[in-house]
């Protein structure tokens, strides 16, 4: 057996992570599909191109909420190259009227139902609310030949749903937004510090960092941390954070399980799933 024969089929692909933009790829190495184009048209077709992933294999782009950092690019993307873009009712309206977005062709548009799943090439997608101040914010889950993975950026609170949408997963992305001690300390005003820490804001690195560790099983391929604050975190903060947390919950991670932070700006490769 040759090595990329033992490979998952299955990959995920970071292109950008932060509040600079987000950008994922999800699905085969020959076809599959965009999580949020928060960078340039630009950018994103140089990073295709440098992970040897062709335009035409995109074939749908989901979105998570209408931030300007999950959608800069999408306008100006699907204006060259007509990709269906799929996003809760609220989002889309949210498009519609965001100074990036509100020129994006409304005939690419797709509704998707909180919760109903739903197929793309073989993918079983399924959206879930989380709790954010973006319209119609959601995170996925995704299903292909048993091998699965939940997205769950820009949430202000991990509750029961996001939960188990992120315990089914063997393979997670997980937001670790903030460092508590470096946003209270930093030059934030007040009021943006508040919406960062509540409720309908950002998850810190040690809200993450515990439900991880609570759910950790030998079975998870793969814990990537993303949507790190520029200010107000660093990788190493957040990687310590979570090693913490396994260490108070005696955690032992199983040699299969990669531990990582999403880098800000640069790809990660093909993380197979
Ligand atoms: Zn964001
Ligand atoms: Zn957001």
Redesign the pocket.
């Known amino acids: 057996m040759d090595l990329f024969s033992c490979l998952s089929p299955f990959v995920f692909c970071s292109f950008a992570s932060g ?1 600079s933009g ?1 950008c994922y790829y999800v699905g085969r190495q020959d076809e599959g599909l965009l999580v949020d184009v928060g960078i340039s048209a630009k950018q994103l077709l140089k990073r295709l191109i440098e992970n040897n992933i062709p335009l035409d294999s995109v074939k749908a782009i989901l979105i998570t909420h209408d ?1 300007i ?2 959608v800069l690019g999408l306008e100006a993307l699907t204006k060259t190259c007509p990709i269906p873009i799929y996003a809760h009712a609220d989002c889309l309206l949210g498009l519609t009227e965001g100074n990036a977005t509100k020129n994006t062709n409304v005939s690419l548009f797709h509704e998707i139902e909180p919760m109903q799943p739903f197929e793309l090439m073989g993918i079983t997608i399924e959206a879930f609310p989380v709790m954010h101040d973006g319209r119609g914010a959601m995170g996925y889950h995704f299903n292909y030949e048993g091998h699965t993975l939940t997205i769950a ?2 949430i202000g609170m991990l509750d029961k749903v996001v939960k188990a949408q992120i315990q089914r997963a063997d393979n997670i992305v997980i937001e670790s937004n903030y460092d508590r001690e470096m946003l209270e300390k930093g030059h934030y005003p007040f009021v943006l510090k508040q919406r960062i820490a509540g409720p309908f804001g950002h998850l810190s690195n040690e809200e993450s960092a515990r439900f991880v560790a609570e759910i950790y099983r030998p079975e998870i391929k793969n814990v990537m941390l993303c ?1 790190l604050s520029e200010n107000n975190n660093t990788p190493e903060r957040a990687m310590q954070c979570l090693y913490k947390q396994f260490r108070l919950k005696h955690v032992n991670l199983d040699a299969n399980t990669s531990v990582f932070p999403l880098p800000r700006h640069k790809c990660t490769g093909f993380v197979y799933l």
């Open positions: 509040s987000n931030h950092d999950h950026t820009d949507h």
